[in-house]
């Protein structure tokens, strides 16, 4: 999530994707005359909170492509809030993003390389790479290894993908035709030289010494308590498989079950204290730059109309036009449909954010609420609402704790 072959940014700069709906969503229309006109809006949602569990501040990726890394390490923040107890907001962790993608990326280098070059190599990842450097190679504070080396206040990482990239290909066109063992450390100096070297021979925080496994441990973070859940119908409903999306590069395997299953088990999560990543498709013309995402009806304002072609109006922005005057019409999620724009490539591994509470708008219709990695933007400051049917729609997959799903479906699992 977070980086993929067709890009474009907003007016904050974050990156994200559409192959099929850029000119509807993203970029301003030249003949609208407006910048912000092509871009939807919250069109008068008013929201009640049913249940919101603690999240850390909002942060902002800016150019980078690390959604999956900000909306994990979020998520890891909330367990250690949640596994702790912690009361205090001033006590909140704040994990290091940094040190995360620096590892990562150290990661993939040598399994690009070993794979010759047959895997993607980039910014992008999923959430349960967070997962496995945690596991692997622990958590320190943001405070020991903010990332910021290259004299920005906020992270841009494009030069330094790019330097990434040409390296470890000109290691796979290496005319030696044999490769030493220094071509590993030649990656971690540019990761270094960007990101700040890893303090993996430990730390002093706050007066005491860690290592970044003992600091993961002083949290009680145990990384085989995580599970990642997914919908679809290719493979066989209570089972697992990787699934099929250039950024699970490491292969990681999700439980897949039914669709109201898939539903029940956020809500359920979330009802009983807990929060959860999220990955999926955030381009849709429903996904508003405002802080909503609902599944428009694209068909509802009817065949587009000679003014409306000659003045650039786009029919899926005439359409969630067209329902600003009362409840916006959204279609029916259904499994079908997932399965379908998932294979047809509608849905797309767009980016990475975190869930933590359920609301409902003044319809009654319910939302989940996701904290997302773009700032402060939007009606709700950087806080998402997702409506159920997008969610069910759009959501690629979700990683929780294991303990946070509902007894049932751990059976069916084979969960213990």
């Known amino acids: 999530m977070g980086w993929l072959k067709r890009i474009v940014f907003n007016t904050n700069n974050h990156m994200y994707i559409k192959p099929l709906l850029i000119a509807a969503v993203i970029l301003a229309l030249p003949a609208a005359g407006n ?23 909002i942060k902002d990726q800016n150019r980078s492509g690390t959604c999956w890394c900000f909306s994990a390490t979020s998520f890891f923040e909330s367990e250690a809030i949640r596994i702790n107890g912690i009361k205090d907001t001033t006590a909140y962790p704040d994990f290091s993003e940094m040190f995360t993608i620096s590892h990562s990326y150290q990661d993939r280098a040598k399994k690009y390389v070993s794979m010759d070059g047959n895997i993607s190599f980039g910014a992008g990842s999923e959430c349960e790479d967070v997962l496995h450097i945690i596991k692997d190679y622990g958590i320190v504070p943001n405070e020991v290894m903010r990332g910021l080396n290259y004299g920005t206040a906020l992270p841009e990482h494009y030069e330094m993908d790019a330097v990434l990239k040409g390296a470890v290909d000109a290691v796979l066109t290496n005319p030696n035709k044999k490769l030493t063992p220094a071509w590993p450390r030649a990656i971690k100096g540019i990761l270094d030289a960007y990101l700040g070297e890893c303090p993996d021979s430990g730390f002093t925080y706050k007066g005491k010494f860690y290592t970044p496994a003992s600091y993961r441990d002083s949290y009680k973070i145990n990384p085989d308590d995580y599970v990642t859940l997914t919908s679809y119908t290719h493979h066989p409903f209570y089972s697992k498989f990787a699934i099929e999306v250039g950024d699970n590069w490491r292969q990681d395997q ?3 079950v039914p669709l109201d299953e898939f539903w ?77 724009e998932f294979e047809n490539k509608q849905s797309t591994d767009d980016h990475g954010m975190h869930a933590f509470g359920i609301a409902e708008d003044q319809w009654g219709t319910k939302y989940i609420m996701i904290k997302n990695s773009w700032g402060k933007y939007g009606k709700y400051d950087g806080i998402l609402y997702m409506s159920e049917n997008y969610f069910k729609e759009k959501t690629e997959d979700f990683m929780v704790n294991k303990e946070a799903l509902p007894k049932a479906l751990k059976a069916k699992l084979g969960i213990k």
């Not at 910048?35 to 603690?54: C, H, M, T, W, Y």
């Open 35 to 57: 910048a912000q006109s092509a871009r939807l809006k919250d069109p008068g949602f008013k929201f009640k909170v049913i249940k919101e569990n603690p999240i850390t501040s």
């Open 254 to 256: 999700a439980y897949n």
């Open 264 to 340: 029940d088990a956020i809500c359920y999560a979330i009802e009983h204290g807990y929060t959860m990543t999220w990955g999926g498709d955030v381009s849709e013309p429903g996904f508003t730059r405002d802080g909503v995402a609902y599944l428009v009806d694209v068909k509802a304002a009817g065949p587009m109309t000679d003014r409306q072609r000659l003045n650039g109006i786009d029919p899926e922005k005439a359409a969630v036009k067209d329902t600003l005057q009362a409840q916006p019409k959204e279609l029916a999620a259904s499994q079908e449909m997932r399965q379908m």
